[in-house]
């Protein structure tokens, strides 16, 4: 169960509500860190979750396709390449047919100009970040990333489940 109130003591409970409460204030500045960037780069919210998706889907090695995009953002074909053709035009990304056999298959990548962009924007936050991470142990690190990503397998199975739930609960076209 979420705890909504901070508990009275300092035990598990209080711990337990400081996390909670962390990860909401996150999400919270998170936000409105991406909606300055947004808007000081005249992009859409949508634009900017592309982005951010690209991006850590080639820093991974798995660079995504535009129908893996499309699932991601759960934008139509269309929406999809409204949102990949502005980001290609502003500089940000750009599609690569990579595969000789099959020109098909396109993949989306960022760039240059994308890269230089994000660390201009985002680059004293990456340095505060590498400072705060310097402070904790390897053990400590990989607790966190282990906590972290276990919440955003979390959080992606409840979007999922609403977007279930929406679409059996949708009343029927006229």
Do not use: C
Not at 24 to 48: I, K, N, V
Not at 129 to 154: K, R
């Amino acid at each position: 169960m979420v705890v909504f109130n901070p508990p009275d003591d300092d035990g598990a409970a209080g711990l337990r509500w400081k996390v909670v409460d962390a990860i909401r204030r996150y999400g919270t500045e998170s936000s409105r860190l991406a909606q300055a960037f947004a808007a000081e780069h005249r992009l859409q919210p949508s634009d900017l979750q592309a982005l951010v998706a690209v991006m850590s889907a080639e820093g991974r090695g798995q660079p995504l396709t535009p129908g893996q995009l499309r699932a991601h953002l759960g934008l139509s074909s269309a929406g999809t390449s409204y949102v990949i053709d502005r980001l290609e035009k502003a500089g940000h990304v750009r599609r690569e047919r990579e595969d000789p056999t099959d020109g098909r298959l396109v993949h989306l990548r960022y760039t240059e100009q994308g890269m230089a962009t994000g660390i201009a924007f985002f680059g004293p936050l990456g340095n505060d970040t590498e400072e705060l991470m310097d402070q904790l142990t390897p053990n400590e690190l990989a607790t966190v990333a282990h906590f972290i990503d276990a919440m955003v397998t979390s959080t992606q199975t409840h979007l999922l489940a609403l977007a279930k739930n929406r679409t059996r609960h949708r009343p029927p076209e006229r």
